[in-house]
């Protein structure tokens, strides 16, 4: 089916994701079932008391505290839907979208597709001209990312495809040569695709790559420089700080969230050109060993792994998120068993 990659909106129905707040700011995320319940501490709230609300309504629950009904904007969807793998953060998807340069009509490749969060972000970037092929080696991974992104937007979009496979030996199969116009890569050693990306982009072509560490960034910055085919990285972190503003009480707030990793990009060069600082550089020597790559494989880095039975459980709730968007886009029956 071709899905609308607009914000829903209108009444609440079934099947739709809302997101509930409720007393000291606490969220709470469900999907509208026949016969569902919210039950908490504060009492239980019932599914069919919101279905044909608009958006922003309030409602109360049986021990009288109100309620403020929402549908979750993209980013709010993104924080709370299973996770099969670790997502990319809504501060570091708005700068890939703008340092990637993505754009409507688009065709872009991403690697690995994770649990669907930055899948999201570029299906709204590059509409419904552009082309998305997602790359996932684990299987169980990609199906976490299919059933959040028909969640949030209510079918399978047409122009999305998931190949479960590595990279390298899949892509020359995926896309035609130099007919690619941007590649993200979010993946543990995103230098081990660096050549077969560069067939695949269009000269002009932005690759991106989002790592967690400084070892990780030196090491795919000086693969890049050392192929030739690139203009010389660029690389940057966003680091965001909310601010408290209430009356004349305006500060910052405690928190913020820092780190969470790093972007680089560079752009593919045409055949055969050559950068003249390219040749200058040739002329130094290296600033590190061979020693000092061995501590930038994948084994030094280090990967947290998710426990296969965690993982399952990550797969049934997407699942079920899936099958709730699929009854609200009528192309599924309401089963009154299901909660």
């Not at 969060?117 to 998305?132: D, K």
């Not at 680089?264 to 040739?282: F, I, S």
């Amino acid at each position: 089916m071709t899905a609308d990659l607009t914000r829903p909106s209108g009444p609440f129905r079934y099947g739709d994701r809302v997101q509930l707040t409720g007393p000291k700011g606490r969220l709470h995320t469900i999907t509208l079932r026949e016969r569902g319940e919210l039950h908490t501490h504060h009492g239980v709230l019932r599914h069919e008391a919101l279905v044909g609300l608009p958006d922003g309504s309030v409602v109360t629950n049986s021990g009288g505290h109100e309620y403020l009904a929402l549908r979750p904007l993209l980013r709010d969807f993104v924080m709370s839907m299973p996770r099969g793998a670790a997502i990319v953060y809504p501060k570091d998807a708005a700068q890939i979208l703008a340092q990637a340069d993505i754009f409507p009509g688009a065709t872009v490749v991403e690697a690995g597709v994770g649990s669907g969060a930055l899948s999201l972000w570029l299906l709204r970037a590059i509409g419904p001209a552009g082309r998305l092929v997602s790359f996932e080696r684990r299987e169980e991974f990609a199906e976490v990312a299919r059933a959040n992104v028909e969640t949030f937007l209510g079918g399978t979009p047409q122009n999305w495809d998931v190949v479960v496979g590595d990279l390298v030996e899949s892509l020359p199969g995926a896309v035609e040569p130099a007919s690619v116009d941007r590649v993200v890569l979010d993946m543990l050693a995103p230098w081990e695709c660096i050549d077969a990306v560069a067939e695949a982009l269009t000269p002009g072509g932005v690759v991106l790559c989002y790592v967690a560490t400084a070892t990780q960034l030196s090491r795919v910055a000086e693969y890049i420089r050392g192929t030739g085919l690139y203009t010389d990285p660029e690389a940057s972190e966003t680091m965001v700080r909310g601010w408290h503003v209430e009356g004349l009480a305006v500060r910052p707030d405690h928190r913020m969230v820092a780190h969470t990793g790093f972007l680089l990009t560079a752009r593919r060069l045409a055949p055969g050109a050559v950068p003249p600082d390219v040749r200058k550089r040739a002329l130094k020597k290296p600033s590190y060993a061979d020693e000092d790559v061995e501590l930038w494989t994948p084994g030094a880095v280090g990967d947290r792994q998710i426990t296969d039975k965690n993982l399952r459980k990550r797969v049934r709730e997407a699942q079920r998120a899936a099958d709730g968007a699929r009854i609200a886009a009528g192309s599924a029956d309401p089963d009154p068993a299901t909660d």
